[in-house]
């Protein structure tokens, strides 16, 4: 088990402080990520670092053929996952890094992928992008919501200040932990030229308050 995983195992009883601190903006930009797919009724979806599962309480008109695979590398983050939604959806749990993982190629309709890109080292951005577009099916999307640099000086201080000072210090320095992987993560646009360079289509890609990217690629099939 590598540090990363030990992180999000020992802070998970406290997770839910991520939302409070962002000031419910996590939330918000998480769900308007997700509901860019209309109609997730007949669909295999891959919630990719799902962690408790909070994209799931976005998915709109699912059904019972709405087959969900989790992958999350945290036991303590699965655990709470199943407790809460295996009673709502066809389930399937994949308990291990996304790099390891051996998910088949065209298998899946919609990824779903919220905050968890940043934490990916840039050496193997390539790989990741290369993967999601070999497993998403021939008419497949893949939605990715993630924080970023701010571009603006006084955003970045103020962000800067905001996370590592007053973050850190009401709610713990494990929380204040965000702004280190977000000060790397200028952009989503590498992995967005990526996703090109594998002849996939960019349906959107928006920058919100300079904090928060949301990209939206589909499978071309011009290319097919």
């Known amino acids: 088990m590598n540090e990363l995983q030990q992180y999000f195992d020992r ?10 601190a962002s000031l419910g903006f996590t939330r918000l930009f998480r769900k308007m990520a997700v509901q860019k797919v209309k109609s997730y009724e007949n669909k ?15 998915l709109q008109k699912h059904n019972r053929n709405t087959e969900v695979v989790t992958l999350d590398f945290s036991s303590a983050m699965n655990l709470k996952l199943f407790s ?12 291990e890094d996304f790099f390891e993982s051996k ?23 390539t790989v990741f992008a290369d993967r999601l577009s070999k ?8 939605i990715i919501v993630e924080f970023v640099k701010p ?3 006084w955003r970045f201080k103020c962000t800067k200040w905001y996370i590592e000072v007053l973050v850190s210090t009401v709610f ?9 992987y977000i000060n790397r993560n200028e952009s989503l646009n590498p992995l ?24 939206h690629i589909r499978k071309d099939s011009f290319f097919i």
């Open 11 to 20: 802070i998970q009883p406290r997770y839910y402080i991520n939302e409070i």
């Open 135 to 142: 497993i998403i099916n021939e008419k497949g999307e893949i």
């Open 172 to 180: 713990g320095k494990e929380f204040g932990t965000l702004f280190h």
């Open 103 to 125: 998910i088949p190629e065209g298998s899946i309709d919609v990824i779903l992928c919220s905050y968890g890109t940043k934490t990916i080292d840039k050496e193997k951005m």
């Open 151 to 153: 571009e603006t000086p």
């Open 44 to 58: 295999r979806v891959l919630d990719l670092m799902s962690g408790q599962g909070e994209n799931l309480k976005f």
């Open 192 to 215: 967005k030229n990526q996703f090109i360079d594998n002849k996939m289509s960019v349906i959107s890609h928006k920058r919100y308050l300079d904090l928060v990217e949301i990209l």
């Open 84 to 95: 809460t939604f295996n009673s709502r959806f066809s389930l399937q749990q994949i308990q």
